[in-house]
């Protein structure tokens, strides 16, 4: 099993609230990865966690929160969010972001439309 | 630095044979994968290619991979209209701790 399950898959949020997104996976991977994706462009790394610590923060706008509550859990908590921040969320587990061969397996993604 | 380059359109029949290239820039990458995406879905892997490795076949999908040129095909072979999506090239650099470095994605279009 290689799945990693996003929700919501689609979200409309006013430029005033405050949503988040939700990722799972039951690999017992320790690495959790968020992406941002712009229609027909490569993924874009925003988030890196390894052991349920932030490693990676790709110089992403505060207004996006990352959370890792356990090592099955990753949350993006949004709030004040801008037009241009639309685009594919997406979510992925890798087993141990330092092993050679670190496989990423990603989500199904969550639509985000800030209007 | 680190580059990935893909062409981004490719258009073939139905029961042909395709070729995605990518070139890549890394000599220190470890790993390079193929991802597919289809339309409103998100990435799903398709195969990978340790560095060491030339070439590499699972079902229709045959990988070859240049280390000295640093290029990186993916053959689909008897191409079918669900093959019709965007294919990512990836490396993983060793020392970059799982960041993967991806190419624009290849569209590639399957006509009955």
């Known amino acids: 099993d290689t799945e990693v399950t996003q929700t919501p898959k689609h979200l409309v949020m006013g430029m005033t609230n405050k949503k988040s997104l939700k990722c799972e996976q039951h690999m017992g991977h320790r690495a959790m990865y968020w992406y941002k994706q712009k229609a027909k462009k490569p993924p874009e790394l925003m988030f890196v966690?390894?052991?349920?610590?932030?490693?990676i923060n790709e110089s992403v706008p505060s207004r996006f929160s990352p959370e890792c509550p356990n090592s099955s859990l990753l949350n993006l908590h949004l709030h004040a969010l801008q037009p241009e921040d639309s685009a594919l969320y997406l979510c992925a587990s890798s087993q141990d972001r330092y092993f050679s061969g670190n496989t990423i397996y990603f989500g199904e993604g969550s639509w985000l439309t800030v209007v | 630095g680190e580059d990935v380059e893909q062409s981004l359109f490719l258009s073939v029949r139905e029961g042909d044979s395709s070729v995605i290239n990518c070139t890549y820039t890394d000599s220190s990458s470890t790993y390079l994968y193929w991802y597919k995406q289809e339309p409103g879905a998100g990435l799903q892997l398709l195969t990978y290619?340790?560095?060491?490795?030339d070439m590499k076949q699972d079902q229709r999908l045959t990988v070859l991979l240049n280390k000295k040129d640093k290029h990186l095909s993916l053959r689909i072979a008897d191409t079918q209209t669900g093959d019709s999506a965007i294919y990512f090239c990836a490396e993983s650099i060793d020392n970059q701790g799982g960041k993967l470095i991806f190419g624009q994605g290849t569209e590639l279009s399957v006509k009955p």
């Open positions: 290619i340790f560095s060491n490795m």
């Open positions: 966690y390894s052991y349920e610590k932030l490693s």
